[in-house]
């Protein structure tokens, strides 16, 4: 009854690509509707690149490093609601095995120390539910700003004037291959993880 009340597989992994997180693909169709009666010279023009977040995530030592941190970060989590688990059950077998023995008002204090704990062990569960969210939120901020400053240098050497996101549920739904940067980013995210660091 209770041991399903909390799953931490449930909790969203990690990037939710459709809040966009570079440019939206709404800009490139406001952008192109605003430009078109004025300046169709410099629409013709703009050069456009794609990445693929969820690929720079998972081919990044950078992104590695994320997902094993908040793994670490929410199997501590998940223990601490194990515990909470195993006593919830100690009691509950306790007073179904006793149940019989037990005069009416002493089951009744049973009955509610089980429920006093129950409602201590909700409260945990959702408090830690908004510590991993948190923590995924802070971690996911980070990973975006520095994934956001390679793009903007490789945006600027490449003279692209607008880099869209591509992959599930980005709005992207078609580009040429010519366009996807993301190699170059991965490439660069690993280099800036494997020089030194200044002391």
Request: aromatic share 8%; hydrophobic share 40%; net charge negative.
């Given at each position: 009854m209770w041991s399903k009340?909390?799953?931490?597989?449930?909790i969203r992994y990690f990037f939710d690509i459709s809040s966009g997180w570079l440019i939206?693909?709404?800009?490139?169709?406001?952008?192109?509707?605003?430009?078109?009666?004025?300046?169709?010279?410099?629409?013709?023009?703009?050069?456009?690149?794609?990445?693929?977040?969820q690929r720079i995530l998972l081919e990044t030592?950078?992104?590695?490093?994320?997902?094993?941190?908040?793994?670490?970060?929410?199997?501590?989590?998940?223990?601490?609601?194990?515990?909470?688990?195993?006593?919830?059950?100690?009691?509950?077998e306790e007073i179904r095995a006793q149940r019989t023995v037990l005069s009416e008002s002493a089951r009744a204090l049973k009955e509610e120390q089980f429920r006093q704990k129950m409602g201590g062990y909700q409260q945990k569960v959702a408090d830690l539910s908004r510590e991993v969210q948190e923590k995924q939120r802070e971690l996911q901020n980070e990973f975006r700003r520095q994934v956001g400053l390679v793009v903007t240098e490789i945006a600027k050497a490449r003279n692209l004037g607008l880099v869209l996101e591509h992959g599930p549920n980005s709005g992207t739904l078609f580009y040429e291959e010519s366009w996807d940067i993301s190699a170059e980013v991965i490439q660069a995210l690993n280099q800036k993880s494997d020089a030194p660091e200044i002391p």
């Amino acid at each position: 009854m209770w041991s399903k009340v909390f799953d931490f597989s449930s909790i969203r992994y990690f990037f939710d690509i459709s809040s966009g997180w570079l440019i939206l693909p709404l800009l490139l169709s406001v952008a192109s509707i605003s430009c078109a009666p004025i300046q169709k010279d410099l629409q013709s023009n703009l050069i456009v690149g794609v990445v693929d977040p969820q690929r720079i995530l998972l081919e990044t030592t950078k992104g590695k490093r994320l997902s094993e941190a908040l793994n670490a970060f929410m199997k501590d989590r998940q223990l601490l609601v194990e515990l909470e688990q195993k006593e919830l059950r100690e009691l509950e077998e306790e007073i179904r095995a006793q149940r019989t023995v037990l005069s009416e008002s002493a089951r009744a204090l049973k009955e509610e120390q089980f429920r006093q704990k129950m409602g201590g062990y909700q409260q945990k569960v959702a408090d830690l539910s908004r510590e991993v969210q948190e923590k995924q939120r802070e971690l996911q901020n980070e990973f975006r700003r520095q994934v956001g400053l390679v793009v903007t240098e490789i945006a600027k050497a490449r003279n692209l004037g607008l880099v869209l996101e591509h992959g599930p549920n980005s709005g992207t739904l078609f580009y040429e291959e010519s366009w996807d940067i993301s190699a170059e980013v991965i490439q660069a995210l690993n280099q800036k993880s494997d020089a030194p660091e200044i002391p």
